[in-house]
């Protein structure tokens, strides 16, 4: 099994409720896929570089999974299918890392 950082990006009219709905439903898609999820992050709405389907802001939902390699081009072909997801990327890394990512360490130092 590999390891996978997997980020999707939602539609921003999506309420924060339904993102953690969605990003459940992704879950249990990977769980199903065989794979196991290692850590969640919600990094939020943010802006977009660029309009991508009328959208300028979007939800942001990171994913740290061990996953079958075999298994990365169907998770990816359901994250195209699914009209709330706007772009999606999966990277394969050497190990998952235990801290937090970048993003949710600037959102921590925005708070304080």
Do not use: C
């Not at 389907?53 to 990171?62: C, G, P, S």
């Not at 890392?97 to 993003?103: A, E, F, R």
Request: no cysteine; net charge neutral; proline share 2%.
């Amino acid at each position: 099994m590999a390891f996978y950082e997997s980020v999707l990006v939602f539609r921003q009219d999506l309420t924060e409720s339904q993102v953690k709905e969605k990003a459940t439903k992704f879950e249990n898609i990977i769980k199903e896929l065989n794979g196991s999820v290692k850590s969640t992050e919600l990094w939020g709405l943010k802006n977009l570089s660029y309009v991508i389907r009328k959208n300028r802001k979007a939800h942001y939902v990171m994913f740290n999974i061990e996953l079958p390699g075999a298994q990365v081009t169907e998770l990816e072909r359901r994250s195209r299918i699914d009209e709330d997801v706007i772009r999606f990327l999966n990277v394969r890394v050497e190990e998952l890392s235990k801290d937090p990512s970048i993003m949710m360490k600037k959102n921590s130092e925005e708070v304080e």
